[in-house]
């Protein structure tokens, strides 16, 4: 599985390259806005505000991206006849994949997290708790985008797309349900059932009296549909290894 980490990699170097020069050139300009605006401007709420919102939207428009570039690579190119050739590779492909999108997220983030830093931005538990679900949730945009581009790849039938989207309304269906009649959160550093919660598939805190308690079932709701995408995507490489 590192040999398809690190050739995966290594195949997308200039991107990346790319990528962490300009990451480099933000930071940069953050600190010497740090340095050259006043202290009161840095942290007015609107321009707080917009500087945090374009840079979770450039953050999570380059996962996006990076997720279709990679996994297109990997089925549009003549590397695909070599690497789903070889032995046990369904078993390996999906979660080298995997793997590869959260180095990716996760070096990305720390870049996000600096920039903020540099621009005062206080970095608490509830934002990496957040990102931290993200990353879960991006990994399943991968694990589906992997699906439907082998789907095509493999020329399957329309039953298998049907399948696919059933898939995806179930794990948003399920998740409401869940998050909401089944939250659990972290009070004093204990465990507690919360009352229902309807916006907990997506906002991953309970509101209490005096601060947000982090539910933990989101976490581990889509942790567990994220397991269930990648066996779902070994099944499919599994029966469906002729590219020829």
Known sequence: MNKFIKYDLKSN??????????????????????????TNYLTDPVFANG????????????????????????FDSERALLKFS????QKKIIWAKIFELAFFYIIN?????ILLWALRFKITSDIVYFFALGLIWMLIVGGF?????????????????????GLILLIIVLGFLVCKY??????????????PINYGFVFPFAVGSLSLYKNISPLIYYFLALLLVIFVNQKNIKNNLDLS
Not at 13 to 38: A, E, T, V, Y
Not at 51 to 74: C, E, Q
Not at 109 to 113: D, I, K, N, V
């Open 13 to 38: 170097r200039g991107f990346l390259r790319k990528l962490i020069i300009l990451q480099i050139i933000f930071i940069s300009l953050s600190f010497l806005g740090h340095g050259f605006l006043s």
């Open 51 to 74: 500087i945090f919102s374009l840079a979770t939207v450039f953050f999570l428009g380059i996962n996006i991206f990076y997720i279709f570039f990679t996994i297109n690579k990997d």
């Open 86 to 89: 070889l032995p046990n590779a």
């Open 109 to 113: 983030l720390l870049f996000l997290l």
């Open 145 to 165: 985008v992997f699906y439907f581009k082998s789907l095509n790849r493999f020329d399957q039938a329309t039953g298998s797309k049907l399948y696919g989207l």
């Open 182 to 195: 089944f939250s659990f959160v972290i009070v004093n550093g204990a465990i507690q059932h919360a009352r």
